[in-house]
């Protein structure tokens, strides 16, 4: 079955590293998606794994998979204000759609 | 950069009444996507289209929904006769191919009074 767990809540200081996390349970996700939602906005690809990866770099973005426990993770270093916003983990578990997790709100106090 | 488009960004309309929601999706892309978010919560999938016809679709989408890419290059989402619990933020995404990245459109909100 597809189900993807986030935790709902992170406070971070603005300079300071933000990891968010997720867990899913598909194991046949050919990629792993951080999408990027701000206020009241669409969502933004942010990044992707694909799952023979453990590990993806791009910017102030780290990607973390660890696919034997089914665990994703995001790290965004040098967290800034621009950076509030709700980050959905996402897996595909097949060609034709994506299942969410419930987002992660990252609030960047100054 | 290319990008998905929808209109109209927000719409009111009377229960029972009937309302289609457009997307542009972008143009090489050929698989085609409409998902939901009720307020607050968490971003469901409703259907994907790919070679014109529905590939799959979730438990929400009922007789009540249908999709339609009538040219080349808009697609659409009609709820015929609409509730109250329809009231949400649809997005519209598309991708070159399965299992690839998906670009989403900034949503169109629909409230149903």
């Known amino acids: 079955g597809e189900d993807v767990e986030q935790s709902l809540f992170l406070s971070v200081r603005e300079g300071d590293s933000s990891v968010i996390n997720c867990t899913y349970t598909?194991?046949?996700?050919?990629?792993l998606y951080w999408y990027k939602q701000e206020p009241g906005a669409g969502l933004q690809l942010l990044t992707y794994?694909?799952?023979?990866?453990d590990m993806k770099q791009d910017q102030r973005l780290t990607v973390l998979l660890n696919k034997k426990d089914k665990h994703l993770s995001l790290r965004i270093a040098d967290t800034q204000t621009g950076d509030s916003a709700i980050y959905f983990c996402?897996?595909?578990?097949?060609?034709?759609?994506?299942?969410f997790g419930a987002g992660t709100t990252v609030t960047v106090r100054a | 950069e290319p990008e998905v488009t929808q209109t109209p960004s927000h719409q009111v309309t009377q229960m029972g009444q009937e309302v289609i929601l457009r997307c542009v999706p972008i143009?090489?892309?050929?698989?085609f996507y409409w998902y939901r978010q009720i307020l607050g919560q968490k971003v469901e999938f409703l259907v994907s289209?790919?070679?014109?016809?529905?590939?799959?679709k979730s438990e929400i989408f009922d007789d009540q929904f249908s999709v339609e890419r009538p040219d080349g290059s808009n697609f659409t989402l009609k709820i015929r006769s609409t509730k109250l619990e329809d009231s949400a933020m649809y997005f519209c995404?598309?991708?070159?191919?399965?299992?690839?990245?998906?670009?989403f459109g900034p949503g169109t909100r629909l409230t149903v009074l």
């Open positions: 995404a598309s991708s070159f191919r399965g299992r690839v990245e998906q670009f």
């Open positions: 794994i694909f799952s023979n990866m």
């Open positions: 289209f790919y070679n014109n016809e529905i590939s799959e």
């Open positions: 143009s090489n892309h050929l698989y």
């Open positions: 598909d194991s046949s996700s050919t990629y």
């Open positions: 996402a897996e595909n578990p097949n060609d034709y759609k994506l299942s």
